[in-house]
Structures are given as C-alpha cells and as structure tokens.
DNA sequence: CTTGGCACTCTGAGGCCGAGAGTGCCAACC
DNA sequence: GGTTGGCACTCTCGGCCTCAGAGTGCCAAG
C-alpha cells in the first residue's frame, strides 16, 4: 500500500471488516446514512438486519461510525474512513484508454513549468471533478543557463536568468552607478563563458566569497560582475508555490454545501501557507497519500480529504501534485487518477530536459 | 459624470427623484425591501405615508422599482439603479489620506507588469471588499527591446524576448535544422542591432516580407535571422488578459448567497472570454463605467455590477480594471476607488517606463 | 394634491400532526 | 453463543394551520 496507515486498529472480525467496508462503499455512493435494512441487503451475506443492528452498533462504539440522529442510519467518522482507505479499499488499476487520454493531454508542448502545473491542475481536477492542486516546489539544485543584463533607466537594470531546462526569470534591480550596455554585456558574457551550467549555490559561493573581500583590487569588468552578481544571485530564484484549478467543482459537491466553510477553504486556497506546509510534508513519502478531514492540520479542512503524490525525475523530487474534495470522494478512482498524473507528469518533465 | 447615462428617462418630478434617491440609498445600506412608513421618515420631506404610496405606485409603474411581495417594501429594479447611478448619486471625492494609501500600496516596486496587476486586485478587492480585477491589453504598440535565442535540444530553441520596459516573454520553437550556440547568437545580435526600440509589427513587416522571398539568395546568417524572426515574431506576444483577486468577498454579501449562481459566476472568472469581451468594450469609453446585471452582456451577471475604469499613460489606453460585486453595493464609495485606482496605476506605469 | 382610515394580502415563525425510517432491546430459536 | 423476529421508541421531515406583523391599495374627506 502507498499510502501508510495511520491509526492502529484493534482486530476486527472479517465479517464486521466487510460490512464496514460495504458501508462506506454504500455511503460514497449515495451520500445517505446507511441503515441496517440496506447493508443487510447489500452485503450479500444473508444476515438479518437485526445481526447487522449489532454490529454496527460495536462499530459505532469503536469509533468507526456515527449516526446524525436516532433514527437515521449510520454513517463513517474519520477513523471509519481511515480504516477503510487502509486496509478495506481495493484500488483497480485505471484503464489502458484512460491512462492513454491524460497521457495525451500531459505530452502537449508548453511553454515553461508554470503553464505545464496549470495544465496537470485542470486535467486533475477535470477527471475527478474536484479541486486540482500542482506544486512546484524550490528546487535543491538549480542550474545557471544563461544570463542577460538590459540597462532601463539610470540605476535599474533588468536581469533576465535562464535556469535549469527551460525556467526563465525576469528580475529588477538597484544599483550602485549606472552601467552602459556594453558593460553590462561584458559582465553577462563573463557570467555565461564562466558558470552557465554550474549550480547556482555554487555560482553564489565562488563569486561572492572569493571576489567580494577583494573588490578593491578588481578591474572595471570584475567590479561590475561582482555588483550585478550579488543581487542576481541574492535569493533563491525559484519560489516554492502551487496551483489550483477546478475550485467550482467543490461547490456542486453537497457535502460542502455551507457557504461559510466553503467560503474558508477558498480564502485557503489563495492564502497559501497552510497548504503548502501539508505538501512539502508529502514531498518525501513516496506514492500516494491521503488527508481525512483534519488529519491534514488544518480546522478549513473539516470535511475534505487531501489525496496526493509526489513526481520525480531521476529520483529527486520535484513537486507534489493531488487533489482536494469532500471526504465523501471515490478513492478507488481518485488513487490511480493521481498516481498516473504524478507518473505521466514526471516523464514528461523527464523528456523535456 | 464619467459614466454615460443609458437609458432615456421621462421626466421625473423633482421630489420624485429625490424620493427614488433617498429608496435605493436606503436599499443599499440596509438589504430590506423599503416600506411608505420608513421611506416618509428618512426623506425628510414632511409627507405622510400614503403620499409616500402614491409615489412608489408610480415609480412601480415606470419600471424603477418592484416589490418581492405583496406587503414587502419595495427594491429598485436595474433601471431604478440605472436612474439612480446616472442622476442622483453624488459621489464625494476620496479621503486624501485613503488616497496616498492606496498611492503607497500601488506604488511598490515590482518585477513585472503582471505582478502589478495581482498587486492592484489585490487592493481593489481589499478596499472594496468586492472582487477586484485589472486587464492587460494586449497593446497595439509592441516595442521589441531584446531578443536572445537559446540552443535546447537538436531542433529546439529557447526564445526570450524583451518587451516594451520590462516586459520579458519567452517561448520555445521548432526549428529546421539544428543551430549552433553562436549561429544564434549572431542572429539574436543582428536582430538587436537592427530592431531594438522598433514597433514589433514593423520588425515582422520589414524582415519577413522583404527578405522572405529571396531567401534563397541569403547568406547563412541571414537565413539562421529569417527562420528564427519567423517563429518569433509569428503572434502577437502579448496576449489579452485579467487577474481575478477576492472572489471570496462575493461568497460573503447575503445577495448572491446561491451557490449555483455564485457557482456560475466563479467559472466565468475561470473562462475568461466572457468577461474580456466586456473589458473591451470599456478599453474606450474614457472614465469610469458601471454596468448593472445584465446590462454586462452574459446571464451569469445576473444581480452583479461591473464598475471600470481605463488607466491610460501618455493617451494611449494600456488597460481596465475595475470590480465586480452584488448590484446592492456602495457605488458612492466603489466608483472613486475604482477612479483613483485607475490613476494610480496610470503614473506607476509612468514612472517605470 | 394630501391625508387618515380601513380592509386586504402576503410572509415568516411557531406549533401540531402523521408518515416513514431506523434504532435498541428482548425473548426465542438454532 | 450467535442469530433472529417482534415491538416499542425516537427522531426527522413535510404538510398544514394559525397568528402577528408589515405594507399595500383604495376611498372619502380635508
């Protein structure tokens, strides 16, 4: 199993493990509290619902299942699903067909990586009907291609980086003096004959460390290179941020019907922090993982469940990517959806470098 | 008035207007339908209520208002908003100190011209607690300011051009043949030597259809010029484009609290074309601009309004921005920001450039 | 033209009722 | 001991009624 198993569960007998199961599968379907008179009937085990009554009222006890009222069925809490997603779920693989269609939509030419995660997103959150989510995280090692330097006005300059496969960054800065194109030319030039192709930690370390302390003693050129360099390379160029698409799909879902919940984990969604903190925890679990509800450390998830996987090029982890819906989802299709995406994704990315 | 005055209105007895004025004022502040009794006392004409009656029957008549029910008060219907926005609302200049806030927030230094328009959204959507949203025209003035040709695989090239101040594209073609790095680049020089500051449409005219046809008779380097200018210069760069910023806000006013509207109305934020469509009537219309439910055009407006407003550097429009919220808002509040904002933005792309 | 009076209408909250669904418990059964 | 049918109990939900409150339209008088 991909995705590890959290809680500890005390035995359960077989029979009470399938019904549990039937249940849920019963409750994701439908979306109604399950009774005793349906599950005796849908479990296929010529039980009398009154034997049914019985055990699911030792579920309940456990902690498995909840009723709304008295007199509605039951219904599974988080540690009922919990279980469920653990030990009872059988995930069939997707469809030679359907894992053909995401391929196809995946390999189109893009542009950069953003446009590539806001494809990836809405293919995600168009095959589940539910909310997409694609992160691009900062990337441990981020290689110098190119580098330009364009004089705008007196004392800015616009820094345009060429990075890793494709990446290209465009950044403002302050200087000290003006700087005449030509120098400016020189200083890029020197930049690309010496570091186009190292990591830039390592352009970072060797210019700066090595050159500053001895700026006083540089010629022209070297002085400029130092100036342009330290701002170029002062933070890290590739921030860590994610994208969404799809958000609509969560207000048709009756689950999230209340406008103020949903209403919250829109603002989430755009304040950022909260989810990014979940993902980069999903960074370094290998396969598909999954949130229930509140599990995933935040109150604005009540309700929803987080399934994610990371994408990998070459054995390093590049990003996560997932989906967000009500827990009330179809796992069974919902897994493989986002494990295919995560391995189609990272070949993609794997033939574009 | 900045905003034209669409429809043709009868003439309105002063008192009536006055009436008309003081109800949607009303309306607005408080949600409820405006009943003879409270209207009477917030005129301060000395009328009694059944006066007020005799006037709301009329009014009702003419189409500027309707009533929910029977016995609710009555709720300005858009051509009563339409009267009022056109003739009676008087809109207070804004607080000089609320300007060199939004002045300050504005004019932060940014990377980019799309990192400006969130920012601006942003601010609109927090002042007005209403969604914000700014427009980047796709200008008929592109300046061609850099190019540079990056080698990426065999057949691929990575392309970064330079636009108008800062603006920095950059895309990847398929070329014919491989290129070597100095192939490209001399290409890239003789293309920055001979266009840079020139209007990209003159670039294409000048180089593809002069020397298209007698390619045959071209040296190398200026076969490498004419392939690459011919992917690069082949669409127009900048593509037409807004940025959506505090949809949330409209999950909050009680008017649009059906989800399915709301719910439409997000995918219109999400497809764009609709919405363009209305901006691009605005491009032209100098001042600012206030359409009312469905006077936008698109069904899924129904019970919003749009308020816009061109911001221009040196005549020329550059874009619209504007926001949109329930037809219930505080226009006497909403149209200076909208105005000041626009400003604002104007000299801040003054001064980059 | 304005006004007070008055009958009328409509909404919305609260209460009541009955049907339906599901439960828990118990005694009986295998 | 697990399983079952029976049965009383509980709870929700929709329909129906009622009533207070708000607001209207109309009319006749000022």
Redesign the pocket.
């Known amino acids: 199993m991909p995705w590890e198993p959290v809680g500890n569960h005390p035995n359960l007998n077989e029979r009470t493990q399938h019904l549990l199961k039937v249940l849920v599968e019963r409750y994701i379907r439908d979306g109604q ?1 399950v ?4 599950l005796a009937r849908d479990a296929g085990l ?6 049914i ?2 055990v ?2 030792d579920l ?1 006890d456990l902690g498995y299942l909840q ?1 709304p ?6 219904v599974p809490t988080a540690r009922g699903y919990r279980l469920f997603i653990d030990a009872l779920l059988n995930v069939p693989p997707l469809d030679h067909r359907e894992v053909e269609i995401l391929r196809r939509r995946i390999d189109q030419p893009v542009q950069n990586s953003a446009e590539l995660a806001r494809t990836v997103s809405d293919l995600l959150s168009g095959v589940t009907r539910l909310a997409g989510i694609v992160m691009v995280p900062r990337r441990n090692v981020v290689t110098l291609r190119h580098v330009e330097f364009l004089p705008l006005s007196e004392n800015r300059v616009l820094v345009v980086l060429v990075l890793n496969a494709q990446e290209v960054q465009n950044r403002i800065i302050q200087t000290r003096r003006p700087y005449s194109a030509v120098e400016l030319n020189q200083a890029a030039q020197y930049l690309n004959g010496q570091f186009a192709g190292k990591g830039i930690q390592q352009v970072r370390e060797t210019l700066l460390r090595d050159l500053r302390e001895t700026r006083d003693n540089l010629d022209r050129l070297m002085q400029t290179v130092v100036e342009m360099a330290e701002q170029t390379f002062e933070i890290d160029p590739v921030g860590e941020d994610y994208v969404v698409a799809g958000q609509t799909h969560l207000m048709q879902c009756a689950d999230l019907s209340d406008l103020d919940t949903l209403r919250q984990l829109f603002e989430a969604f755009n304040h950022k922090s909260d989810l990014l903190h979940l993902f980069d925890q999903c960074l370094h679990a290998d396969g598909v993982q999954i949130f229930i509800g509140e599990e995933a450390g935040s109150s604005v998830l009540q309700g929803c469940s987080v399934v994610t996987a990371p994408y990998t090029v070459e054995g390093q982890v590049l990003g996560v990517l997932g989906v967000i819906g009500p827990t009330r989802m179809a796992y069974d299709r919902v897994i493989p959806v986002v494990e295919v995406t995560a391995r189609l994704l990272a070949a993609a990315l794997n033939d574009q470098d």
Not at 35 to 38: D, F, L, V, Y
Not at 46 to 51: I, W
């Open positions: 509290p009774g005793s008179r349906t010529d039980l009398s619902p009154a034997t009554r019985n699911m009222a309940e009723s009222h008295t007199s509605a069925g039951r």
